[in-house]
């Protein structure tokens, strides 16, 4: 058993932004999805990239906003957090008594 004021929950504020690739070009993830890792992403560039490209983004089952787009003939895949998925994490934080 930890004590509750031993555990530090990290929220981060970034995201990712990744490749959908072939099968041969990168580990496969859910439902045979291929994905190589393109670049760490912030909410302003993740968000402005969705409007740019016309995309709406959604809620994952973890609460983060994610979506796909084309870049040049790639098909790319985004997920990250925003205002509200942080606050979340901190409700969370909060209820069970850790930093």
């Known amino acids: 058993f930890i004590p509750a004021h031993k555990i ?19 580990k496969p993830c859910k439902k045979n999805i291929h994905l190589k890792k393109r670049r760490s992403i912030v909410f302003p560039t993740a968000h402005e990239t969705a409007k740019t490209h016309h995309r709406k983004p959604k ?10 787009y084309n870049n040049h003939g790639e ?8 205002g509200n998925c942080i606050r979340e994490k901190i409700a969370l934080a909060k ?5």
């Open 8 to 26: 530090v929950l990290g929220i981060p504020t970034y995201g990712l932004e990744f490749a959908i690739l072939g099968r041969n070009d990168a």
């Open 59 to 68: 809620r994952t089952a973890g609460g983060e906003l994610c979506y796909i």
């Open 75 to 82: 098909k790319r895949y985004v997920c990250y957090l925003d």
């Open 95 to 99: 209820k069970y008594r850790i930093k």
